[in-house]
């Protein structure tokens, strides 16, 4: 095995380990592998070992890999903040947003995604802490926002995607994810449907999954420490 397969194998162990003590089925939470700064060979590591959903932050770097990677069948999710100038690119190449956080983007990505593809999945990413560097919209801005998105041709609203603030230890983690989880059933009591809470990173995966996230987005724990753009 590869130093990424063996690292791998070891986050889906933790996960159905976290699983196992939240009392629910390990596949009630998917694994979305970070691979920012990381090549496509990474990439096509994690994809051997039975990997196929990947995140990515920086979108002229994941385009890149995204075209190199073309003949894999690859889940592609944009992870990382866009700017106005940047949405043509993320509709046209990304299958999955999780960082919506303002109507303006939204619109953009539902105007220039392609006809030729299916709705572009999104998730409305919430500041659910209030930490002064996160982007996100507040939580009490949440609905109104989900309302408009979800009503937009070209985009299908998912869920919502937070990254609070580092805590000092597993119960402070699971009481900020906790809001993250209470925002998301107070949507679908007002109609959403939706079925994804993104939320979750590799220090703090097993008090997400406590608290009720489906997706956990893990980079480092998969590929190792992370190299810094220049």
């Known amino acids: 095995m590869t130093k990424i397969s063996t690292q791998l194998s070891a986050v889906r162990?933790?996960?159905?380990?976290?699983?196992?003590?939240?009392?629910?089925?390990?596949?009630?939470?998917?694994?979305?592998?970070?691979?920012?700064?990381?090549?496509?060979?990474?990439?096509?590591?994690?994809?051997?070992?039975?990997?196929?959903?990947?995140?990515?932050?920086?979108?002229?770097?994941?385009?890149?890999?995204?075209?190199?990677?073309?003949?894999?069948?690859?889940?592609?999710?944009?992870?990382?903040?866009?700017?106005?100038?940047?949405?043509?690119?993320?509709?046209?190449?990304?299958?999955?947003?999780?960082?919506?956080?303002?109507?303006?983007?939204?619109?953009?990505?539902?105007?220039?995604?392609?006809a030729d593809l299916v709705p572009l999945q999104v998730c409305i990413q919430v500041n659910v802490d209030g930490g002064p560097k996160k982007s996100g919209v507040v939580p009490a801005d949440a609905l109104a926002l989900a309302q408009t998105v979800a009503r937009l041709r070209r985009l299908r609203l998912r869920g919502i995607m937070c990254i609070p603030e580092p805590a000092p230890d597993f119960e402070a983690a699971c009481a900020v994810f906790k809001m993250a989880s209470d925002l998301f059933e107070d949507l679908n009591a007002q109609g959403l449907a939706l079925d994804t809470l993104s939320m979750g990173m590799s220090a703090d995966l097993e008090a997400a999954i406590a608290s009720g996230s489906t997706m956990v987005r893990v980079g480092s724990a998969i590929f190792g420490a992370r190299i810094r753009p220049a």
């Open 13 to 114: 162990q933790r996960i159905q380990a976290a699983c196992l003590r939240a009392g629910r089925p390990a596949e009630a939470v998917t694994l979305l592998a970070v691979s920012k700064t990381f090549g496509a060979d990474a990439v096509q590591e994690a994809f051997a070992a039975g990997q196929t959903a990947f995140g990515e932050n920086y979108i002229q770097e994941a385009v890149e890999k995204i075209t190199a990677l073309r003949q894999l069948p690859i889940e592609w999710h944009c992870i990382g903040p866009i700017q106005s100038n940047k949405t043509r690119l993320v509709a046209g190449h990304f299958d999955w947003v999780h960082t919506v956080d303002r109507l303006k983007i939204a619109e953009r990505l539902s105007e220039q995604r392609p």
